[in-house]
């Protein structure tokens, strides 16, 4: 199969690193790093170590898709009830942000948890219209509506292997 790049593995690295120092800016004695299984844990694993602040890693499941290109009505969620946020400098990573609703069911949660504070980051963001308007602390490259895939992110479970980001063709 032949991929379609978008952003290539510099473009990436220049914009994680941009994602890194915005995050830094903050000046927090440390983050507890919440990244949002599956999709975000490469761009989170860049993420962390361009970052000069200390972290700590932990990880959340959610899953919001049926398949790969409709948006599943139920948003699961696991790994949460184990975590202690209390006090903590709270910072979610996500790979994308479509509708929003995964974002907004996570810091949702989160907030619950007492954290001393809470900062989202997100790899890439889609315009479209069905956003429920989740701003993000930070986001990197903006998009359209088109589907994407690779450095983390999944067409159908495939590809999340891949350096770069490639697009698919529409649906239909
Ligand atoms: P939201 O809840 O609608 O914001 O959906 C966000 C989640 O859907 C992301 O965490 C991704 O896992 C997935 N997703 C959205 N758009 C894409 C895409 O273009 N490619 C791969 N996964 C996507
Ligand atoms: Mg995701």
Avoid: C
């Amino acid at each position: 199969m032949k991929h379609r790049t978008l952003y290539s593995s510099d473009d990436i690295r220049r914009q994680v690193n941009q994602l890194a120092k915005a995050v830094d800016a903050t000046e927090v004695e440390s983050y507890l790093v919440l990244t949002v299984l599956k999709g975000a844990a490469i761009f989170s694993s860049d993420l962390v170590r361009a970052m000069r602040t200390a972290t700590e890693l932990e990880y959340v499941t959610a899953s919001s898709y049926l398949d790969d290109f409709t948006p599943g009505e139920s948003l699961t969620m696991s790994g949460m009830s184990a975590l202690d946020l209390e006090g903590r400098h709270v910072l979610i990573v996500e790979d994308i942000i479509d509708t929003g609703r995964t974002l907004n069911h996570i810091h949702k949660s989160v907030a619950k948890e007492k954290p001393r504070s809470i900062t989202t980051v997100t790899l890439i963001t889609k315009t479209n219209r069905r956003s429920t308007g989740f701003q993000p602390d930070h986001s990197g490259f903006a998009i359209t509506d088109e589907f994407i895939y690779g450095y983390g992110l999944d067409w159908n479970q495939q590809h999340r292997d891949l350096p770069y980001i490639a697009i698919a063709n529409p649906p239909d």
